[in-house]
């Protein structure tokens, strides 16, 4: 039984941005599996991590279509980018993921708020401010790629990355 029904603007931007989701979920793996390849496991680590995070905003922007009672249409998955120069590369890579996943993510509370569909500008909340944290992160990581530039400095980075990543599971953060 559908919840508030929600308007066709809303809900194709919704589907949109979801099947974007599965899509970054996608490009975060190859991110993971240059960097297994080029022995950065911390990086893989969090790329692995990322492709998971993307994958459940996916599965919670289907939710909310569902309890709206639209069925959601999942999209085919284009084929990621999986060449790169270097670990500045990847990480810049990352970085522009999130920023288009931001603009993506505006453009479906822009649909709701010009639809007046109150549910989903609060759904969308969650997301807006998950960005700017991804953002954050993704703007640290390059800063941080693009000061160690030698070898020994990026594997360095690579263990600190993976020291991060246990830490969180450890202790049940992000």
């Not at 708020?113 to 109150?118: I, Q």
């Not at 993704?138 to 160690?148: F, G, H, Q, S, Y």
Request: hydrophobic share 45%; charged share 25%; aromatic share 8%.
């Amino acid at each position: 039984m559908p919840g508030i029904a929600i308007k066709p603007a809303v809900a194709a931007e919704f589907q949109r941005q979801f099947n974007a989701e599965f899509a970054a979920a996608h490009a975060y793996m190859a991110l993971a599996v240059w960097c297994e390849e080029h022995n950065y496991k911390g990086f893989a680590g969090y790329f692995k991590k990322q492709a998971g995070e993307e994958r459940a905003h996916a599965e919670k922007m289907m939710a909310h279509l569902m309890d709206r009672g639209v069925v959601p249409t999942l999209g085919a998955v284009p084929a990621p980018r999986t060449t790169f120069d270097g670990l500045l590369d990847i990480a810049q890579q990352a970085q522009a993921m999130e920023q288009g996943n931001t603009v993506g993510i505006n453009t479906v509370y822009e649909a709701a708020l010009a639809s007046k569909d109150y549910p989903a500008q609060v759904a969308l909340q969650w997301f807006i401010s998950e960005q700017v944290e991804e953002e954050a992160w993704t703007d640290e990581l390059v800063d941080r790629t693009k000061r160690a530039e030698c070898a020994g400095s990026q594997a360095e980075l690579d263990r600190h990355i993976a020291k991060h990543l246990e830490e969180s599971v450890i202790g049940g953060g992000e």
